[in-house]
């Protein structure tokens, strides 16, 4: 239970940062996904997580996803 409520609380801080929403709204959006979806809170939780890691990263690490250059005119 101790585990689930981490990374609810995580991805509410991931709502909160990305979309400017507070607590209650984030804790919101994540109950009603899960509800749409019938998926447990920590199962929606942890897709958000996720999905924030691969565009921004572990902190000190960087993206992971890169932009490919734009190709020269040949």
């Known amino acids: 239970a101790l585990e689930s409520r981490k990374v609810v609380e995580r991805a509410k801080g991931v709502l909160m940062e990305v979309?400017?929403?507070?607590?209650a709204e984030a804790f919101h959006?994540?109950?009603?996904?899960?509800?749409?979806?019938?998926?447990?809170?920590?199962?929606?939780?942890?897709?958000?997580?996720?999905?924030w890691m691969l565009v921004a990263g572990e902190p000190g690490h960087g993206p992971v996803l890169v932009e490919e250059d734009e190709p020269t005119p040949g």
């Open 19 to 23: 979309h400017g929403l507070r607590e």
């Open 29 to 51: 959006r994540i109950r009603k996904t899960s509800m749409d979806a019938r998926k447990s809170m920590r199962e929606v939780a942890e897709a958000i997580v996720r999905s």
